[in-house]
C-alpha cells in the first residue's frame, strides 16, 4: 500500500474513533459497566485464597449477587471461602443541628463462601465489545513486523484479566485469543513497546497511556478491514479517555499506526493484503 493511501486510511479511522468516543458510552459498555459494579474487590489475602482453592476462576461473587445478575449456583457446588469483616457501627456525632456520622470499625472476621462464574448457570454476562473479523495474514506479518525490532513475543494462559502486556522488550499475550482479538491487542501492546518504553517521552497518565494505545489498535484494525465497532471507544472510555486526550495525541497515533500499516500491507507477491487495503481506502473515500 503507497504512504499516501496508508496516511489517508490513518485520517479516516482517527476521525471516526473521535467520533465514536464523543458519541458517549455505548449499551454494551453501560450494561457491561453495570454487571462488573456488582463484583467486589478482595483483598490480596482473599484473593490469594480463592486462587489457591480454584486457580481458573474469573468472576467470583456470592450466592445472591449472582442471582441478582441473573444466575443460579448449581446444585451440589462448593463454594469458595475467604474471610469477611463483621463491622461494627457508632454514632460519632454530638446531635442537634449537626448531622451525626457514623464510624465503622472491623472487629473481626468470619468464613464466607463465593463462587466462580463456572459454578453458575443462568443469564449470560454483558460482555465487554470485541474486534470481530479474520485478519488473515496481517496477523503473521504484524507479528513478523514486531519481532524485528528485536521484542519478543510470547503467549500465556496466566495473564489474569489481561488479554495482552507490554513489558518492555517482550509482549505477553493471552493464548486464547480469536484471531482478530490477538491482532488488535498485539497492536496495542506494540504501541506501548513503540511509544512508552522508548526514550522519556513517557505519559504519566494511565488514561493518556491507554488512549493512545488503543488509538493506535483502532486505526490498524480497521485500515486492514476488520470489524471494530465499538471495542476501542468503550475502552478508551473505560479509562476516561476524551476527544481530547485523543487530540493532544494526534502526532504520536497516526504516525506509529501509519509505520505499522505501511509494514505489513506492503506488496508482497501481490497477496491479498493489497485488495484488503485498496477496499478499505475506497470505502473511506
Known sequence: ?????????????????????????????????????????????????IRLQKPDATHVAGFRTWQRLGRRVRKGEHGIGIMAPIVHRRKTGTGGDREEDDEE???????????DISQTDGKPLPEFARVQGNPEQFL???KQ????????LKHSEHLAMAEGVSTGGTILLKQSLAPAEEFSVLC???????????????????????????AVAFVVSY????????SSSDYIQLYSGDRKTLMESLER??????????????????????QIGSAVVAQAA
Open 188 to 214: 496495542h501492546e506494540y504501541a506501548h513497546e513503540r511509544l512508552h518504553h522508548q526514550g522519556d517521552t513517557r505519559p504519566d497518565e494511565k488514561k493518556v497511556l491507554e488512549t493512545q494505545a488503543e
Open 145 to 152: 513486523y514486531v519481532a524485528s525490532k528485536g521484542i519478543q
Open 140 to 142: 503473521d506479518r504484524l
Open 105 to 115: 470499625t472491623v472487629r473481626t472476621f468470619k468464613t464466607a463462601h463465593v463462587f
Open 253 to 274: 497515533i497516526q504516525r506509529t499506526a501509519s509505520e505499522i500499516l505501511a509494514a505489513i500491507t506492503a506488496d508482497r507477491q501481490a497477496d491479498r493484503g493489497l
Open 1 to 49: 500500500m503507497k504512504r499516501d493511501e496508508v496516511q489517508r486510511i490513518a485520517r479516516q479511522a482517527f476521525v471516526q474513533l473521535v467520533e465514536s468516543v464523543e458519541a458517549g458510552k455505548s449499551e454494551t459498555l453501560v450494561n457491561y459497566l453495570k454487571a462488573m459494579a456488582r463484583f467486589h474487590r478482595y483483598s490480596l489475602g482473599n484473593a490469594i485464597l
Open 223 to 230: 485500515g486492514i478491514g476488520l470489524d471494530v465497532n465499538t
